[in-house]
């Protein structure tokens, strides 16, 4: 009967050279376990090459049951990266947790000293073994191995107890399973491919944006107070769009991170378990086949004693002896149909774990990856109606996307804006007061008979033609007002002088 226990992996930490990983037991069957095995403690800290020990003590003690794939263990200059060292964690949770769902496995010798304080750190494992957990970019999945491919058996001999056809139904069934999971990889592969081409594209996008904003590119010649405007809100939008590129490329870089975690090391998984799977029914096969040649071996000697039979009394020694051979061929193969049998409930055990247990990891790993995804998408959709809208407002963040420039900020702005323009116009002002204080910038006619109106004259007279007739005017110091006759009109045109009488 199987006796399931709990091990989570809750903690893992990074060192010199491999990854240290908190191991506990589960609180309601640890105190039992601990018991039965006079264990200390439920709690032990194990590093990478330790936990690879432990795997290659279980293949070694169960070559014919099922035994969870390993992770390859990370490169040196991933040691470093959390986001490798949180995954390894998650992969080594797996590992052990299918160990303890086997009394097969948790109730071994090696495991048991696994978990107990006599464990030394120099028990550790092939660093250089390859890898089966490993996915994609960070680590490469492993190449089916063509040493593991099953093994075909048929014979024309009537075997007891066998059934070859149901045997080539699992094969093929195990081969289509294989093919589908390689299929999902390639394209959760491809998937990952154009997420990162995406990615290098909205960085190229952000870059060019902010580039815009440093160049020497302007609107017009750049001296006109509201190219200056337009230019400086440009800018500000430029700058939104670039650091909103930046946001959407850092979101798809994590999701890719979050791809790997749920779905992509599960399926990499049990895609690269069918190859134990495959040395277990070629096990199967094996014994197979010994039980058939000692069939073959029990007919010859039974046909060898019968030929004696015929020829030579029963009680002859060389009757005695094909007879005595006879039985020991039989004793042989009811050994070997036994052992077939065996290996033959054990295959179908293990294949009815591995659909288990897939099914139920492959089913959490989906939800978790579509609920990871929807996650993520409304996080880049917030980012880009946040950023959209701050651009349709006009206002620029300068800092980050989560921050926006408050009412008195703006308030300041439009303060300056219109001092600006208020000074401007001043100068505007006083420049025109200072042409009118000398004679030559009064109204005066052109030859061709053309004048233009001073901006502050407050009867327009300009484009008329008034052909050759003499115009006279005089300028009144008391009043400074400049006084002009004009034939043709009733009344006088005077022009204000601002400045004091010359």
């Known amino acids: 009967m199987t006796t399931p226990l709990s091990i989570t992996v809750p903690e893992a930490a990074s060192s010199v050279d491999t990854i240290q990983f908190k191991i506990v037991l589960g609180e309601e069957d640890s105190a039992e376990y601990l018991q039965k095995h006079n264990l200390s403690s439920g709690v032990c800290f194990r590093s990478f090459q330790q936990i690879a020990w432990l795997h290659e003590q279980l293949l070694a003690s169960f070559p014919d049951l099922l035994v969870p794939p390993f992770p390859d263990p990370p490169l040196s200059s991933q040691i470093e990266d959390q986001d490798i060292v949180e995954r390894k964690r998650i992969q080594i949770g797996r590992f052990l947790e299918k160990l303890g769902m086997r009394s097969e496995f948790n109730e071994s010798p090696s495991f048991v000293h696994f978990l107990s304080h006599d464990m030394t750190e120099t028990e550790i494992g092939n660093r250089n073994k390859n890898a089966l957990l490993a996915f994609l970019r960070f680590n490469k999945a492993k190449r089916p191995n063509t040493e593991l491919a099953f093994k075909q058996f048929k014979t024309n001999e009537t075997v007891q ?3 070859m056809d149901a045997h080539h139904r699992q094969q093929v069934h195990i081969l289509m399973q294989e093919t589908f999971l390689s299929n999902l990889l390639d394209n959760m592969e491809d998937t990952i491919r154009e997420r990162e081409a995406l990615s290098n594209y909205m960085t ?3 870059d060019l944006a902010i580039e815009a904003t440093q160049s020497k590119n302007m609107l017009g010649p750049g001296v006109k107070y509201d190219n200056k405007e337009r230019q400086r809100s440009l800018d500000q939008r430029l700058q939104i769009f670039g650091l909103l590129m930046d946001e959407l490329c850092f979101i798809n870089n994590r999701q890719e991170i979050s791809d790997l975690v749920h779905l992509g090391d599960v399926i990499a998984e049990y895609k690269n378990t069918t190859d134990p799977l495959k040395a277990v029914v070629n096990m199967r096969t094996d014994r197979l086949v010994e039980y058939v040649q000692a069939i073959k071996l029990r007919n010859k000697k039974r046909d060898k004693a019968d030929k004696l039979r015929v020829k030579m009394p029963q009680h ?7 007879m005595q051979e006879e039985e020991k061929a039989k004793e042989d193969v009811e050994i070997h149909r036994v052992s077939y049998l065996k290996a033959d409930s054990i295959v179908n055990r293990e294949i009815s774990l591995f659909e288990e247990y897939m099914n139920t990891d492959l089913s959490s790993s989906i939800k978790a ?6 996650a ?5 959709l917030h980012s880009m109606e946040k950023a959209f809208q701050k651009i349709k407002d006009g206002y620029a963040r300068k800092c980050s996307l ?12 439009d303060q300056e804006e219109e001092g600006r323009r208020r000074r401007m116009q001043y100068r505007q002002q006083q420049d025109a007061s200072t042409t009118l204080r000398t004679s030559s910038s009064l109204p005066s006619l052109n030859k061709g008979g053309k004048s233009r109106r001073s901006m502050y004259a407050e009867d327009p007279i300009e484009e008329e033609d008034y052909g050759s007739t003499t115009r006279t005017g005089s300028f009144d110091e008391r009043t400074s007002v400049w006084t002009m006759n004009v034939p043709g009109r009733t009344g006088r045109t005077t022009v204000p002088f601002e400045g004091q009488a010359l």
């Open 161 to 163: 107890d066998s059934n």
């Open 402 to 413: 989560t921050d926006l420039e408050g009412d008195d900020e703006r308030a300041e702005n």
């Open 369 to 374: 990856y579509v609920a990871s995804n929807i």
């Open 316 to 322: 002859t020694p060389e009757v005695q002896v094909a």
């Open 204 to 206: 190229h996008m952000g």
């Open 376 to 380: 993520q998408e409304r996080r880049k």
